[in-house]
């Protein structure tokens, strides 16, 4: 089982910055010389868990609508880790964001990456993210 551990959220007025980090134990995976997808995703009380973004270990990336030009993912695998910076964020962001692993992925058409019967193998424990007007 991979280890994600997020970090980064907090709470900021609309307008603002955040960037999420997601450190991936090294004890229990290497971004380097693997195949991976790796994704954000965030639930907001009394609501589904949605895809925010995710990237591939060739860095195929793919963002939601409701995040394109505003957030950006990001991996440096020389740190084993994966980063969200979000600009310009909204109250409607407000959610608590996951990041998750795949170790075998597809990709789906027009969509984001995970495992081939859907979903993610593995997830950290969140970090809350709140925006205020």
């Known amino acids: 089982q991979v280890q994600l551990v997020e970090s980064g959220g907090g709470s900021v007025q609309a307008g603002g910055s955040l960037r999420l980090s997601c450190v991936v134990s090294?004890?229990?995976?290497?971004?380097?010389?693997?195949?991976?997808?790796m994704g954000w995703f965030r639930q907001a009380p009394g609501k589904e868990r949605e895809a925010v973004a995710t990237?591939?270990?060739?860095?195929?990336?793919n963002v939601a609508d409701s995040a394109k030009g505003r957030f950006t993912i990001s991996q440096v695998k020389a740190k084993n880790t994966l980063y969200l910076q979000m600009n310009d964020l909204k109250p409607e962001d407000t959610a608590t964001y996951y990041c998750?692993?795949?170790?075998?992925?597809?990709?789906?058409?027009?969509?984001?990456?995970?495992?081939?019967?859907?979903?993610?193998?593995?997830w950290g424990k969140g970090t809350l993210v709140t925006i205020s007007t």
């Open positions: 998750a692993a795949a170790r075998l992925f597809v990709w789906h058409h027009g969509g984001f990456c995970s495992a081939p019967r859907g979903g993610m193998d593995d």
């Open positions: 090294t004890y229990t995976f290497s971004m380097f010389g693997n195949i991976y997808c």
């Open positions: 990237i591939d270990s060739d860095g195929r990336i």
